[in-house]
C-alpha cells in the first residue's frame, strides 16, 4: 500500500481523549454545539463526541476546497443550509487538517454572523508550514510536517478514509 505510516492509532486516541478533556473544561456548564466539516473530519467528530462529558449538540456542514485526486486547494464551497439553531450557543468547529486555513477561515467567517455567543475552531493536523490564513485553530491534536496525509478519514480522491492510523500517502511506492 502506497502509505508510510505518520501518527498510529494509539497516539490518535489519546490525543482524542486530552482534546475531549480541554473542551469539557472550557465549555463546563455553556451550551455547546459541535460542527463537523464532512466529511475528512467524521471519524474525528464520532471519537470526540464520545469524550466531551458536557451536553452538547450536533450539526454538520458539507465543505469542500479538494475535489478528486486534486492535492492542491481550490474554491471553497459551503453548505450550511441544514445546521441546527446556533443562537445563543458556543460553537465549536471541528475539522480533519488545517492545510492553508481557507477553508476552516470560510466557515468560521460565515457562522460569526448565525447569533452564536462563539466561534471556536479544533483540528486533528495542523500543517503549520502551508498556513495562508489569518485564523489560527484553537485546539489542535499534531502538527505535521508538509506531506500529503490519508487514514482516519483523511482521504485521496474518497479512498483511504477507513485506515485508523494516519499516513503518508506516496503514491509512487
Keep these: 500500500m502506497p502509505v508510510r505510516p505518520l501518527i498510529p492509532a494509539a497516539e490518535i486516541e489519546q490525543a482524542v481523549q486530552e482534546l475531549g478533556r480541554r473542551i469539557s473544561r472550557d465549555y463546563a456548564g455553556q451550551p455547546l454545539t459541535i460542527l463537523g466539516v464532512l466529511t475528512g473530519s467524521i471519524m474525528l467528530v464520532a471519537d470526540l463526541m464520545r469524550r466531551i462529558e458536557c451536553p452538547h449538540k450536533l450539526g454538520l456542514i458539507q465543505a469542500s476546497s479538494y475535489r478528486g485526486t486534486a492535492t492542491t486547494a481550490g474554491r471553497l464551497t459551503l453548505d450550511l443550509e441544514s445546521l441546527p439553531d446556533l443562537e445563543g450557543r458556543h460553537v465549536l468547529v471541528v475539522d480533519d487538517i488545517f492545510d492553508t486555513g481557507r477553508t476552516l477561515e470560510g466557515v468560521v467567517e460565515r457562522l460569526r454572523d448565525s447569533g452564536a455567543l462563539s ?15 489569518a485564523l489560527r485553530p484553537d485546539y489542535v491534536a499534531f502538527e505535521i510536517p508538509d506531506v500529503f496525509v490519508v487514514g482516519y478519514g483523511l482521504d485521496f480522491n474518497d479512498e483511504y478514509r477507513h485506515l485508523p492510523d494516519i499516513g503518508e500517502w506516496q503514491p509512487d511506492a
Design 119 to 133: 466561534v471556536r475552531t479544533a483540528v486533528l493536523l495542523w500543517k503549520r508550514a502551508r498556513t495562508q490564513a
